[in-house]
C-alpha cells in the first residue's frame, strides 16, 4: 500500500557544512537533508533543504568539508512529492536546476567543482544511476517523452527510449520503469537502452487495474511492487520475477510498508494490520492485526539494533515491538534502534516560483521507540550495514538529532 502521508515538518534531519575534521569522525550541522546522501569513493553528495532554494552539497567524506554547493530543484514525480537526490559516479556528479518552464541536467567534477556540461530538456524527474550511466526521464508530460541515457562524465547520449515513464527500481543491472497511465511496467537494459520485458498487470489485477504508484525493491530474487486493482479497492502487492517479467504472485489488498531491513518482506493494510511474506512464494509467514500503517509525518517503522524485532504503533498509537520470526507482539524495549521517518520540505522549482512541499527522504536514523526521541550511538558497530554509508574507513549516516554524523568504521 502506498502510504498517504500527511506533508508536515516532523524532523530535521541535517546534512554537512564546514566544520573542522576530526581523525576519529565528524559531524556537521547548519543545513537540512532533503535527500537521502550518496557516496562513492571519498565524495558524498546530499540535497540541502535548510532554505527554500535547494542546493546540493558535495562533501569529501574522509573530512566531512563541503567542497562545493550547486543549486537544486526538487523533483516533479508524483505530482511534487519528491526531492530526489544526486546522482554521483567516479567521474561526475549530476545535478539539475530549474529554469523558468525548463530544467537543467548538470554534470559537475566531484573534487573540483568544475562543470563538465549541461543539458535543457522540458520536464524531468531527477536524474539517477542506470548501470554505467545517469538516466532521465526526459518531457515525461509531452508526446516526445523520452527515457534518456547520458554520460555521467561528458553529458553525450548513449542511447535514447521512446515512451518516458518513471523509474520504479534502478540497480546495477536491472531498471524497471511504469507507465504513468496504465498499469504496465517495463524492463530496460541499462547498456544499450533495449526493451527486455514488459508486463501488463491487468491480466493479473483486472481490467480497472490503475497504474503502479510505489517504488519497487529486490527480495531474494522476486521484483516487489505494489499495484491496485481498482480505485476503489486497496493497495496489493505483486511479485514478479525480474528476468522475464513475468508475474510469481499477487498478494491483494496489503500495500507495501516502510521495509524494516532489506531481507525483510512486510505488508501492510490499513484495515487488517501486518504480514510478513516469503518473497518467492508471496504467502504471509505470520501476520498480526496489532499493527497500523502510519498516516502522518513523523516515524514510520523500525527495527530493533540486533534486528530481532520490528517496531510500529497500533491503531491507537501505542507502540509495539513485533518479532520478525513468528510476529509475537510485545512492548518495545527502551534503547537504541533504527527508524525511518517521514520528512517534508518547503521548496521551490527554480528562484522565482513560490514554494511548495515536498517529501524529503525516509532514511533510517538512530531512535529509542519505546521513548519517543533519538538515541545517542557513538559507535559504527551498533549501526547495521544497511543503514547509512561506508566510506573511507567511516560509516556516515544522518542522525536524528539534526546532523549527517561520520564514525570510524
Not at 491496485?228 to 510498508?257: E, I, M, Q, Y
Amino acid at each position: 500500500m502506498r502510504l498517504r502521508i500527511l506533508l508536515a515538518t516532523a524532523l530535521l534531519l541535517a546534512a554537512a557544512c564546514g566544520n573542522e575534521p576530526a581523525e576519529e569522525g565528524w559531524s556537521t550541522a547548519g543545513v537540512q537533508a532533503a535527500s537521502s546522501p550518496v557516496g562513492l569513493g571519498n565524495t558524498v553528495a546530499v540535497v540541502d533543504g535548510s532554505s527554500p532554494d535547494l542546493k546540493m552539497l558535495v562533501i569529501d567524506a574522509a573530512s566531512g568539508e563541503v567542497r562545493f554547493t550547486r543549486p537544486w530543484s526538487p523533483s516533479a514525480r508524483y505530482a511534487g512529492t519528491g526531492v530526489g537526490r544526486p546522482a554521483l559516479f567516479d567521474g561526475g556528479v549530476v545535478s539539475m536546476r530549474g529554469e523558468g518552464f525548463q530544467t537543467l541536467l548538470i554534470g559537475s567534477h566531484p573534487t573540483t567543482g568544475k562543470e563538465l556540461w549541461k543539458t535543457e530538456v522540458s520536464e524531468t524527474f531527477g536524474p539517477f544511476v542506470c548501470g554505467e550511466l545517469v538516466c532521465s526521464e526526459d518531457n515525461w508530460s509531452l508526446e516526445l517523452a523520452t527515457l534518456v541515457a547520458r554520460d555521467p562524465a561528458t553529458g553525450e547520449t548513449r542511447w535514447t527510449l521512446p515512451g518516458s515513464q518513471t523509474n520504479l527500481y534502478a540497480g546495477t543491472d536491472l531498471l524497471v520503469e511504469q507507465d504513468l497511465n496504465e498499469p504496465v511496467l517495463r524492463s530496460v537494459d541499462t547498456a544499450t537502452g533495449q526493451e527486455r520485458w514488459r508486463t501488463d498487470l491487468r491480466p493479473v489485477l483486472g481490467p480497472e487495474a490503475t497504474p503502479v504508484v510505489a517504488e519497487a525493491q529486490l527480495f531474494d530474487g522476486t521484483l516487489v511492487v505494489e499495484a491496485n486493482s481498482n480505485r476503489n479497492a486497496p493497495n496489493g502487492t505483486v511479485g514478479l520475477d525480474p528476468v522475464s517479467g513475468s508475474v510469481k504472485w499477487n498478494h491483494p489488498n496489503f500495500g507495501l510498508c516502510p521495509q524494516p531491513t532489506p531481507e525483510v518482506l512486510v505488508v501492510c493494510s490499513s484495515e487488517s494490520g501486518l504480514q510478513r511474506l516469503d518473497p518467492s512464494s508471496g504467502e504471509p509467514l505470520w501476520s498480526t492485526e496489532q499493527f497500523r500503517p502510519p498516516d502522518a509525518a513523523g516515524p514510520l517503522i523500525g527495527v530493533t539494533a540486533d534486528l530481532s524485532h520490528l517496531l510500529g504503533s497500533t491503531k491507537e498509537g501505542k507502540p509495539v515491538a513485533i518479532n520478525l520470526d513468528n510476529g509475537e507482539v510485545s512492548e518495545p524495549e527502551g534503547g537504541l534502534s533504527f527508524v525511518r521517518f517521514s520528512i517534508a520540505r518547503q521548496a521551490k522549482r527554480n528562484p522565482n516560483a513560490p514554494a511548495g512541499q515536498y517529501l524529503g527522504p525516509q532514511d533510517m536514523v538512530p531512535w529509542d521507540f519505546k521513548a519517543g526521541r533519538p538515541a545517542p550511538v557513538t559507535d559504527a558497530g551498533n549501526i547495521p550495514d544497511f543503514v547509512g554509508l561506508t566510506l573511507q574507513s567511516r560509516r556516515i549516516f544522518l542522525d536524528a538529532g539534526g546532523n549527517l554524523r561520520a564514525l570510524p568504521a
